[in-house]
C-alpha cells in the first residue's frame, strides 16, 4: 500500500470516527435536537473522535517517512553477499544507489548480483508499507476507542478540539520560524567554511569576481578571485532600474482603481493586471531577449550609444513591469484602508477628488505602500531567470545600465550548476553569496516593519 492510499485510509478512519463521535454523544443527550444535556456541541464530540483517530497514526507516519529509507537501506546492506559487505564506506553507498535508482527506473539491471539486490529494496519497501498500514489502523482504532470511553455529557469536547487546534496552529508557525532558523544556520555553516579559505575583506570590497580555476598559474584566477562588488552593484542597479518603473506604474494604476474607477472597470482592470503576476518568469526572460533587448539596442545606436546586446536596462524594465502587480496589489490594499469618512469629510469641506486622493489619501496609506515597495525591492534583489537571459554573466563593476551586468543569484545559481566538490572555495563561495543576500533582504524587511509600525495611521 502506497502512501497515498494510507492518506485516504486515514481520511476515511477520520470521517467514520467523526460520525460515530456525534451520534454517540447525540445519544448521550437525549437523540438528536436534544444537545442542553451536553457541556459542547455533537459536532466537537465528532471532532475530538476523529482527532483521536487520525493524531497517533499521523505522527508514526510522519516519524516513519524520516526514517523508512534509512532503516531498509540498513536492512538490505546486511543481506548483500560477503564480497558485497566488504567494500568501502563509499563503494557501498554507491551500490546502494544504484539499487535506488534501479528500483525507481522500473528496469531490470542486467547484473544479476544489482537485480537480486533491487529485488529485495523493492520487496522489503512493501513490507515497510504493509507494516505501516496495519500500524495505522491499530492506532487509529485505539484512538477511537478512547474516544468512545471519554465521550460523556460532561466531557468538555469543544476545549479539547480547541486545545488542538491552538497547538496545531503554534507547530505550523514553529515549523516556519524553525525553517528560517535552518536554513540561515546552514547557510552560515558553509559560508564560515568559505572564510577560512578567503579573508572577509576581500570578498566584500574586492572588485574582481573570478571563481573559475585558471589552467596556467600566472593567470588571475588560478587562485581565484572572490570580490563580490561588482555582483553587488550589478544586483542594485538592476534592481534600481526596476523598481523606477514598478514603483510609479504600480502606485498610479492602485490609485485609479481604488479611487477613479467605477465597479465594473475595477472588476475588469484588476484580473487583468494581476494576469502578470502569474505568467513564468522564464517567459518574461524570452520577451526581454527577443523583443525588449534589440529594442534598446536599436535606439541606443540611432543616439550613437554603445549598447551591449546583453544589458542591465533591458533586464531591468521588464522585472519592473513583472514586479508591477505586487506593488499596485499592496498599494491597492493599502488605499482601500483608508476610512471612507475621511474621503466625505474632505468632500464636504469642499475638496475635489484629485486634492482627496493625493492630499489625503495617498499620505494616509503610505505606510502600508512603502512596507509593499520594500517587499517589491526584494522580490527585484532575488530574481534570477530574467537577468540571466537579459543581462548575462559577466562579472562587470558598472553602474552604466547599457552594459552586460550580473547579479548575486545569478551567481549562485552558475556556482551551484553540475556536480560539485563542497570542499572548494568556488562551490562555498555561494553560500556566502547566500548569507549577503539574506542579510540584505532581511534588513529590507525590518526597515518596513519599523517604517509602518511607526508610521501607520491608527483608525477608530
Known amino acids: 500500500m502506497d502512501l497515498t492510499s494510507i492518506l485516504l485510509l486515514l481520511a476515511g478512519l477520520a470521517v467514520g470516527a467523526f460520525l460515530f463521535g456525534r451520534s ?25 473522535a476523529a482527532l483521536c483517530a487520525v493524531l497517533p497514526p499521523l505522527m508514526v507516519l510522519t516519524l516513519w517517512a ?29 551500490f546502494l544507489n544504484s539499487v535506488r535508482n534501479a528500483a525507481s527506473a522500473a528496469s531490470v539491471p542486467a547484473d544479476p548480483v544489482l537485480a537480486a539486490a533491487t529485488d529485495e529494496y523493492l520487496s522489503l519497501g512493501r513490507s515497510s508499507r504493509w507494516l505501516l498500514s496495519g500500524l495505522a489502523v491499530v492506532l487509529g482504532a485505539g484512538g477511537v476507542a478512547a ?23 503554534i507547530a505550523a508557525s514553529g515549523v516556519a520560524v524553525l525553517t528560517t532558523v535552518g536554513i540561515l544556520l546552514a547557510v552560515s555553516f558553509e559560508a564560515l567554511r568559505f572564510f577560512r579559505d578567503v579573508s572577509l575583506s576581500e570578498f566584500l570590497f574586492g572588485t574582481t569576481w573570478s571563481p573559475q580555476a ?6 588571475i584566477g588560478s587562485a581565484g578571485r572572490f570580490g563580490m562588488l561588482p555582483l553587488l552593484s550589478g544586483t542594485l542597479l538592476i534592481a534600481v532600474i526596476a523598481m523606477a518603473v514598478a514603483i510609479p506604474v504600480g502606485i498610479l494604476s492602485a490609485m485609479y482603481t481604488a479611487e477613479y474607477a467605477s465597479t465594473r472597470v475595477r472588476a475588469l482592470a484588476r484580473p487583468v493586471l494581476e494576469i502578470l503576476a502569474g505568467i513564468p518568469t522564464v517567459v518574461y526572460g524570452f520577451f526581454a531577449v527577443l523583443m525588449v533587448a534589440p529594442w534598446i539596442r536599436t535606439i541606443g545606436e540611432s543616439l550613437g550609444l554603445n549598447v551591449a546586446a546583453e544589458s542591465a536596462l533591458a533586464a531591468g524594465l521588464v522585472m519592473g513591469f513583472m514586479i508591477v502587480p505586487l506593488v499596485s496589489s499592496l498599494s491597492d490594499e493599502a488605499i482601500r484602508a483608508v476610512p471612507a469618512s475621511i474621503r466625505e469629510g474632505a ?5 475635489t477628488r484629485s486634492e482627496i486622493a493625493l492630499d489625503i489619501v495617498l499620505p494616509a496609506a503610505m505606510p502600508g505602500i512603502v512596507g509593499g515597495i520594500l517587499l517589491a525591492v526584494s522580490r527585484a534583489i532575488g530574481e534570477t531567470m530574467i537577468v540571466v537571459m537579459a543581462a548575462g554573466l559577466a562579472a562587470n563593476l558598472s553602474f552604466n545600465p547599457l552594459e552586460s551586468v550580473t547579479t548575486v ?37 525590518v526597515v518596513g516593519l519599523g517604517y509602518v509600525r511607526r508610521y501607520r495611521e491608527r483608525y477608530e
Open 347 to 351: 468632500e464636504a469641506l469642499g475638496a
Open 24 to 48: 454517540r454523544a447525540q445519544a448521550l443527550g437525549g437523540g438528536v435536537g436534544a444537545a442542553r444535556n451536553l457541556h459542547s456541541l455533537p459536532d466537537y464530540y465528532g471532532y475530538f
Open 66 to 94: 524520516a526514517f523508512e529509507e534509512r532503516v531498509v537501506l540498513a536492512l538490505l546492506a546486511n543481506g548483500l553477499p560477503d564480497h558485497l559487505q566488504a567494500l568501502s564506506p563509499g563503494q557501498l553507498d554507491l
Open 409 to 445: 543569484t545569478v551567481q549562485i545559481t552558475t556556482l551551484l550548476v553540475g556536480d560539485q566538490e563542497f570542499d572548494s572555495a568556488r562551490t562555498l563561495a555561494a553560500f556566502a553569496l547566500g548569507l549577503v543576500l539574506f542579510i540584505i533582504t532581511m534588513l529590507l524587511n
Open 214 to 219: 585558471a589552467i596556467r598559474d600566472d593567470q
Open 147 to 169: 474516544a468512545w470511553r471519554s465521550i460523556h455529557p460532561a466531557f468538555r469536547a469543544r476545549n479539547r478540539v480547541e486545545t488542538a487546534i491552538r497547538w496545531f496552529l
